[in-house]
C-alpha cells in the first residue's frame, strides 16, 4: 500500500444520501485516480487527475464527483445519483514520469443499504 | 489499449513454477506488457512489465514472445501467498495512462 491511505476500509450509508471517500498519499505523485471493482470484475475508471486543480472523467464518471484541490488529496463523493453505489473503491497514484506503475491504496468497502 | 485474454482460473502446486499466459494479439508496438495481481479484499499490487525482452524481478519472470502477441507471468517456487486474481494489461506509458483492467486469472495455490 505504500503512502496511501484510504479510511474508513468498510462504509456503511443509507439509499439517498452523498458519501464522500477520501484517498490521501505522501508518495509527492503527481496522478491519481479512482476506479470501482463489482464483485468478480476487473477495476473501472471512475476520475482521474493528472495534476493539482485539474481532473478528468474516465468510463464510468455518471453519479460521482472529485475534487483535486492539494497534491496529496483526491476525495471521492459517490453522490444519490449512482444507481448502483455498493462497490469496493481504490484510489491510485502514478509519477509523472514516463515508465513508472500505479500504486493502489487498500481501498474502501462501501456498502448502500 | 488493447485487449488482453486470460484464463479465468488456474491451480498451482506449492513450490512449484507458476506459469500465467496471456493473449494479446492487437498489441501496438509502444504498448507494453504490466502484470499486476490483486490479494482478496486488498488494492491491486504491481508485479513486473516489459516492451519485447524477457524481464524478471525479484517476484516474477515476464516472458514475452517474438511476435509480441502473448506473454507467460512465471512464479518460480509459488506459495500459499501468491493466492491472488493476476492481471495483464498492455498499455503505453504516457498520456492518458489509464489502465484498463480485465477479469483477470484466479490462482489457486494448492498446498
Known amino acids: 500500500d505504500g503512502g496511501i491511505t484510504q479510511s474508513p476500509k468498510y462504509l456503511f450509508r443509507k439509499e439517498g444520501q452523498n458519501v464522500t471517500l477520501s484517498c490521501e498519499q505522501n508518495l509527492n505523485h503527481d496522478a491519481m485516480y479512482w476506479y470501482r471493482q463489482d464483485p468478480g470484475q476487473g477495476l473501472r475508471l471512475i476520475y482521474y487527475?493528472?495534476?493539482?486543480?485539474?481532473?478528468q472523467k474516465g468510463d464510468i464518471a455518471e453519479g460521482y464527483s472529485v475534487s483535486r484541490e492539494k497534491k496529496e488529496s483526491f476525495p471521492l463523493t459517490v453522490t444519490s445519483a449512482q444507481k448502483n453505489p455498493t462497490a469496493f473503491y481504490l484510489c491510485?497514484?502514478?509519477?509523472?514520469?514516463?515508465?513508472?506503475?500505479?500504486?493502489f491504496g487498500p481501498g474502501t468497502r462501501l456498502t448502500v443499504t | 489499449d488493447a485487449k488482453t485474454t486470460q484464463p479465468p482460473s488456474m491451480d498451482c502446486a506449492e513450490g512449484r513454477a507458476a506459469n500465467l499466459p496471456c493473449n494479446h494479439s492487437t498489441i501496438s508496438g509502444n504498448e507494453y506488457v504490466y502484470w499486476y495481481r490483486q490479494i482478496h479484499s486488498q488494492g491491486p499490487q504491481y508485479i513486473i512489465h516489459g516492451l519485447k525482452n524477457n524481464e524478471t524481478n525479484e517476484m516474477a519472470s515476464l516472458i514475452i514472445t517474438e511476435d509480441r502477441k502473448s506473454s507467460t507471468l512465471i512464479l518460480p517456487h509459488a506459495t500459499l501467498r501468491d493466492t491472488a486474481v493476476y492481471y495483464c494489461i498492455v498499455r503505453v506509458t504516457q498520456g492518458r495512462d489509464k489502465i484498463i483492467f480485465g477479469k483477470g486469472t484466479r490462482l489457486h495455490i494448492l498446498p
Open positions: 487527475s493528472q495534476i493539482v486543480n485539474d481532473f
Open positions: 491510485a497514484t502514478k509519477p509523472s514520469r514516463a515508465g513508472y506503475e500505479q500504486y
